[in-house]
């Protein structure tokens, strides 16, 4: 796992509550309390890839969109959650129609 990505073990006592951000990029580290060793047992793992969020900071800003529109330029490369982040129609890369989107997002004038 790449030292530069935030991970976020979920354990009984530190669940995220609805409010909670989790930025693209993170890794979500799934577990399991097992009874019988008393311990927590891995289940799965998970990089999270939230829709807008393209500087992988939690949060859907004008600097997502003006990235995104660097990509749909040819100008920036992403990494593969921030290139899913960026991808708001789902056709499987970042056009000016996707930063469009996320710049209205940011500016609370849309929704996804």
Request: with cysteine; hydrophobic share 45%.
């Amino acid at each position: 796992m790449n030292s530069d990505i935030p991970v976020i073990l979920l354990l009984l006592i530190q669940l995220l509550e609805a409010e909670d951000t989790v930025p693209t990029g993170s890794y979500l580290i799934l577990v399991r309390y097992n009874e019988t060793t008393e311990q927590y047992d891995f289940v799965d793992a998970v990089c999270v890839a939230v829709k807008g969020d393209v500087q992988c900071d939690g949060k859907v800003t004008a600097a997502d969109a003006r990235l995104a529109l660097r990509v749909s330029a040819g100008l920036e490369k992403l990494s593969e959650p921030a290139s899913i982040a960026s991808d708001i129609d789902g056709d499987g890369k970042t056009t000016a129609a996707d930063a469009r989107k996320i710049l209205r997002v940011a500016s609370k004038l849309d929704t996804f």
